[in-house]
């Protein structure tokens, strides 16, 4: 089974509300990253948080890790249909040199 | 723009033939992975390169390699293809960190399909 899963698996919001994603995993990891890809193309890398970091933020994103539950979630406020893609979380487990994805929370924004 | 391309953007091949994939990073960023992503799913490690030597390996056969070279380019070759194989590639590099951990700028991928 994946190392990360997300939660849920597809999300449909109207704009200007706001998406929640979580994702789990399994093994003691150094950092959890957050990625997004638009219709099959090329991820692209949206935050970090590391082992010992509890929330971050970047613009209208919200990352918590809560390493005791093993678990992170995204928050995209105020949504915008350009938010519309695929988001992947992805771990870098203790010990290995790789990131390990989520199979992703496919969102949409309906306008 | 994450100044990481890769080519060809699509690619059709027949069951065992073979077929090398091409990626060219950023300068500066001496790692770089490779990843298949299925239809649906996540993008699975390949392996990764760092100052031209493999140095990290997923669970794929042999007949996956890649080589990095000098100048942040780098290729991904599989062999005796088969119908599994048809996925989007995607490759990634990073800062010169020897650990693809780190934020990693994902190329636009190639789309392979076997027939």
């Known amino acids: 089974s994946q190392q990360g899963e997300e939660d849920p698996q597809a999300l449909s919001i109207q704009e200007g509300e706001n998406a929640t994603m979580n994702c789990s995993y399994k093994t003691s990891i150094n950092n959890l990253q957050w990625y997004r890809q638009n219709s099959g193309r090329g991820l692209v890398h949206l935050i970090l948080i590391r082992s010992n970091e509890r929330e971050k933020h970047s613009g209208r994103l919200r990352v918590t890790l809560d390493t005791s539950k093993k678990s992170s979630s995204l928050l995209i406020t105020a949504s915008r249909a350009a938010d519309t893609a695929s988001y992947f979380c992805a771990t870098a487990i203790q010990g290995a040199q790789k990131l390990v994805f989520g199979q992703g929370t496919r969102l949409t924004i309906n306008p | ?115």
């Not at chain 2, 990481?4 to 960023?29: D, M």
């Not at chain 2, 992975?33 to 392996?47: D, E, K, N, T």
């Not at chain 2, 990073?94 to 399909?113: A, E, H, I, M, V």
């Open chain 2, 1 to 115: 723009e994450t100044g990481v391309t890769q080519s060809p953007t699509h690619l059709i091949k027949t069951r065992g033939q073979q077929v090398t994939l091409r990626c060219s990073s950023q300068s500066g960023h001496n790692t770089v992975s490779w990843y298949q992503q299925a239809l649906g799913q996540g993008p699975q490690f390949i392996f990764q390169y760092y100052r031209e030597e493999e140095n990290g390996r997923g669970n794929f056969p042999p007949r996956f390699s890649g080589l990095q070279f000098p100048n942040y380019s780098s290729e991904l070759n599989v062999n005796a293809l088969e119908l599994d194989d048809s996925a989007l590639y995607l490759c990634a590099s990073t800062l010169d960190t020897g650990s693809s951990t780190d934020t990693q700028y994902f190329g636009p991928g190639t789309r392979l399909t076997v027939l």
